[in-house]
C-alpha cells in the first residue's frame, strides 16, 4: 500500500520559514519523481516545485528564491524549505510521486502565513 504522509505546515507570520516533509512508504522511492503542490482557498491546485531521481530541481516563478526542494533517498522523504514567506503562499501544501504512469498523493498539510 503507497503512502504519502506530509508534516510540518502550520501559523507562521510573514517573512517566516517553514520545512515541510513528505514521507513515502510502499514504493521504491528513488526511482521516482517527486512534487510539491499547494491550494489556496477557492483556487486551483498549483505546481510549487519538483526533484527528478537525479536530483535536479524545478521552481513555479512564484517561489523561485524563496523555497527549496530536497530529497533523502535513505529516508524516502522530501523537503521543502520556505523562506521569506507571504501571505499569498497560504495553501494546504501537497505532495505528489511520479514514476511513468503512477502518481500518488498525499492528503497535504495546512501552511497559514499571517501578515
Known amino acids: 500500500q503507497v503512502q504519502l504522509v506530509e508534516s510540518g505546515g502550520g501559523l507562521v507570520q510573514a517573512g517566516g520559514s517553514l520545512r515541510l516533509s513528505c514521507v513515502a512508504s510502499g514504493i521504491r522511492f528513488s526511482n521516482y519523481l517527486m512534487q510539491w503542490y499547494r491550494q489556496a482557498p477557492g483556487k486551483q491546485r498549483e505546481f510549487v516545485a519538483v526533484?527528478?531521481?537525479?536530483?535536479?530541481?524545478n521552481y513555479a516563478d512564484s517561489v523561485k528564491g524563496r523555497f527549496t526542494i530536497s530529497r533523502d533517498n535513505a529516508k524516502n522523504t522530501v523537503y521543502l524549505q520556505m523562506n521569506s514567506l507571504k501571505p499569498e503562499d497560504t495553501a494546504v501544501y501537497s505532495c505528489?510521486?511520479?514514476?511513468?504512469?503512477?502518481?500518488?498523493w498525499g492528503q497535504g498539510t495546512q501552511v497559514t502565513v499571517s501578515s
Open positions: 526533484i527528478a531521481s537525479d536530483g535536479s530541481t
Open positions: 505528489k510521486s511520479t514514476w511513468y504512469s503512477l502518481n500518488y
